[in-house]
């Protein structure tokens, strides 16, 4: 079947933008705040700058690591559900943590609890648009050091889909990865079938940060795909030029993909394009810009131009409630991303520029998904869908909608939107109850939360589970 797809940069430009990053690489470098790190890139060729914590890249290396890059991977839930990258497969990740919530009863914003983690995962447990569950909270009743232990432990219980949190430090990490482990069936079994994946986030503009480094090195070790997603901000941490951004984007990109390829070659690699602007008027950080769905596209390009699977952030507003701003900025840019051909989008659940998540709000987005697959899915011409037969059987002034062939096709043409959508007359919209999607969401929020269970964990590795996590805190809060 076709499928639509939208274009912004030929061929001569994304050349043009991939020439300008390997300049960057070659004549500027980046700075990397790990030793160990700086020591196999020297061993392996780039050009070390240790007083500095510089390396610089030659064309050669960083092409050579691009080309040893696995483009395909998949990674399995503990049920059957999967994340399929590289595949041609949309993807929607629920948030993997936030510094606030907002209460979906009240619409108080407050701090996370890990009972809101709890109702997060059941949440995208349920929803069957979410293909990776996140916890969506940074919870402040857990302490820092075990924070991904725990709510890895969390996501496991809750849901059989692939799962994702935000590491905390090495150490935690090799919990987590325990916990993934006994899961999987063993350390091996979870290199062949990967659970997780590890998000290294470039520090724009033109750095690798320390911590990041160190618990990609703890998911490196255990064969788990890499992420890398730098956030350059048009005019604040990359140029005002959107060509400028996207040059830099992509340079600190190929920056951790040289870094991953030196340290483990063949690690699969999702291209993280998620750069976005400073609005010009608050100098704060702007998510809902038409600038973001323009630069999605071009991201997308440029990682498909190297065979990636690529990840974008789109389907976001700088709106603070689900109001037209919302609707507008969000669908704008999830339209824009998914004709670009993008394998993930994130981080659903989101209100605003990281201003916290929201459950409604993931009901919103679990929507917003349905409705673009279905323009994703496109539209198939040949003798049975021209339908020449069936339009000369009903003839003029006659009607299809009892014919054999509507009967056939309706279903699978048509996208009939759920009950939060509404599609009624007026009268019919009014009677019922007269309020709007948002007001929907919130129902659909109580109901899921009263009535989905995830299937719970076979006992023994349930108590596994809990011994890890024991172990855990034992270690890590004594320090």
């Not at 997780?196 to 064969?223: C, N, Y």
């Not at 990109?253 to 040289?258: C, E, F, K, R, S």
Request: aromatic share 6%; glycine share 10%.
């Amino acid at each position: 079947m076709p499928k639509p797809r939208i274009r912004l940069l030929g061929s001569k430009q994304i050349k043009a933008i991939h020439e300008t990053s390997l300049r960057i690489l070659l004549d500027v470098g980046v700075v990397v705040h790990h030793e160990h790190v700086l020591d196999r890139l020297g061993e392996a060729g780039a050009r070390v700058d240790r007083t500095k914590k510089l390396a610089r890249f030659s064309q050669e290396m960083v092409e050579e690591a691009v080309a040893l890059a696995t483009k395909k991977y998949i990674l399995h839930g503990r049920g059957t559900a999967r994340a399929r990258f590289g595949h041609g497969d949309l993807n929607l990740i629920s948030s993997p943590g936030q510094f606030a919530w907002f209460d979906q009863d009240s619409g108080e914003r407050r701090e996370p609890l890990l009972s809101d983690a709890r109702q997060a995962i059941k949440l995208g447990d349920a929803l069957s648009n979410i293909t990776i569950v996140g916890a969506m909270t940074v919870p402040v009743d857990v302490p820092e050091a075990i924070r991904d232990v725990v709510l890895t432990g969390e996501l496991l219980r809750g849901s059989v889909k692939p799962t994702r949190c935000w590491p905390v430090t090495r150490q935690s990490s090799r919990y987590v990865l325990e916990m993934y482990q006994a899961v999987a069936g063993g350390e091996q079994a979870l290199r062949a079938r990967p659970m997780t994946e590890v998000f290294l986030e470039p520090v724009s503009p033109l750095q690798l940060p320390e911590t990041g480094l160190d618990v990609m090195l703890e998911f490196l070790d255990h064969g788990q795909p890499v992420s890398i997603g730098p956030m350059v901000m048009a005019s604040g941490t990359g140029p005002a030029t959107l060509a400028g951004t996207l040059a830099q984007e992509n340079a600190e990109i190929l920056a951790g993909i040289v870094i991953v390829q030196t340290i483990a070659p063949g690690t699969p690699i999702l291209y993280g394009g998620i750069p976005h602007i400073m609005d010009p008027r608050t100098s704060i950080c702007a998510f809902g810009s038409p600038e973001q769905g323009l630069m999605a596209i071009g991201m997308a390009e440029l990682g498909h131009s190297y065979g990636f699977p690529v990840y974008l952030n789109v389907n976001l507003t700088d709106s603070k409630v689900l109001d037209v701003q919302a609707g507008m900025e969000k669908m704008g840019s999830f339209v824009l991303g998914t004709l670009a051909g993008a394998d993930l989008f994130g981080h659903a659940g989101l209100i605003g520029t990281d201003h916290g998540a929201s459950l409604p709000w993931l009901v919103i987005d679990d929507e917003a998904m349905a409705y673009v697959r279905r323009i994703e899915r496109g539209l198939e011409v040949d003798e049975e869908t021209l339908a020449a037969a069936v339009i000369a059987d009903v003839g003029p002034g006659g009607n299809f909608l009892a014919h054999d062939h509507t009967l056939t096709h309706f279903r699978n043409q048509l996208h009939v939107p759920s009950a939060r959508w509404t599609r009624a007359t007026y009268e019919g919209w009014a009677e019922k109850d007269g309020r709007d999607m948002g007001a929907r969401a919130v129902d659909r929020v109580r109901e899921i939360l009263e009535m989905h269970a995830s299937p719970p964990l076979e006992a023994g590795l349930e108590r596994e589970i809990g011994r890890i996590e024991a172990a855990a805190k034992k270690e890590l809060l004594k320090q």
